[in-house]
């Protein structure tokens, strides 16, 4: 089994609407992030989490909320989509500062 | 601030030919450390490679190897006898220094291997 899972991993919703990517991590590690991918701009930091009570805003947070429910679990929520969110979203864990970062498949969303 | 540049935007070659592609990086930090990962077509991300700033041992695994001097700050990467299966992205990236540490990646060169 997969050490990071994200679900689901393709999903459409239409402008203005609420939605959650999951991610879970079966590595134990405490250290959690969300990055967007766009063609030709490489990956940037949405959001990072160090632990359960520590969560902290990337370079483009705006427009996005997380929630970290336990050790294992990071979600990503949009709360009111629009069409320039249309990207593939990665979930990523690392053991520490500077620690190898391990990244789940990824979710392609698309926003209509 | 940090940044990583690779200047190779697209890259294709014939299968078995050897291919570098380049990364230069920029960094106040005096530690730091640089990864290069892979996105096949398939879209994960596999980690590859991880190099502290202390290290500049060049180091091989199979037909990949990889090329890291301070002194131009580059960290390049070679694949020797390339194959259809290396085709992909490949990603440069440089952690930053307290704070996230978050990755600083490149904008990515894709690699084609032609059979």
């Known amino acids: 089994d997969a050490d990071v899972t994200q679900t689901p991993r393709n999903r459409i919703t239409k402008t203005g609407k609420r939605i959650m990517l999951e991610c879970s991590q079966t590595?134990?590690?405490?250290?959690m992030y969300w990055y967007r991918q766009d063609p030709g701009l490489g990956l940037r930091l949405i959001y990072y989490?160090?632990?359960?009570?520590?969560?902290n805003k990337g370079e483009i947070s705006d427009g996005y909320s997380v929630s970290r429910q336990a050790q294992a679990k990071f979600s990503l929520s949009l709360e009111s989509a629009i069409p320039n969110q249309t990207a593939l979203y990665f979930c990523?864990?690392?053991?520490?500062?500077?620690?190898?970062?391990?990244f789940g498949p990824g979710t392609r969303l698309l926003v209509l | 601030a940090q940044k990583v540049t690779q200047a190779q935007t697209e890259i294709s070659v014939v299968e078995k030919e050897d291919v570098t592609l380049d990364c230069v990086y920029e960094?106040?930090?005096?530690?730091?450390?640089l990864f290069w990962y892979k996105q096949p077509p398939s879209g994960e991300l596999v980690f590859l490679i991880r190099?502290?700033?202390?290290?500049?041992q060049n180091e091989i695994s199979g037909r990949y190897s990889w090329n890291f001097q301070k002194s131009t700050s580059s960290f390049n990467f070679t694949i020797t006898a390339s194959q259809v299966v290396d085709s992909a992205v490949y990603f440069c990236?440089?952690?930053?220094?307290?704070?996230?540490?978050?990755?600083?990646f490149g904008k990515g060169t894709k690699l084609t291997v032609n059979p």
């Open positions: 990523a864990t690392s053991d520490g500062g500077r620690e190898t970062q391990y």
């Open positions: 590595k134990g590690h405490d250290r």
């Open positions: 989490s160090f632990d359960v009570k520590d969560i």
């Open positions: 960094t106040r930090d005096t530690t730091y450390y």
């Open positions: 190099r502290n700033s202390f290290d500049e």
């Open positions: 990236a440089l952690s930053e220094q307290g704070g996230s540490e978050k990755l600083v």
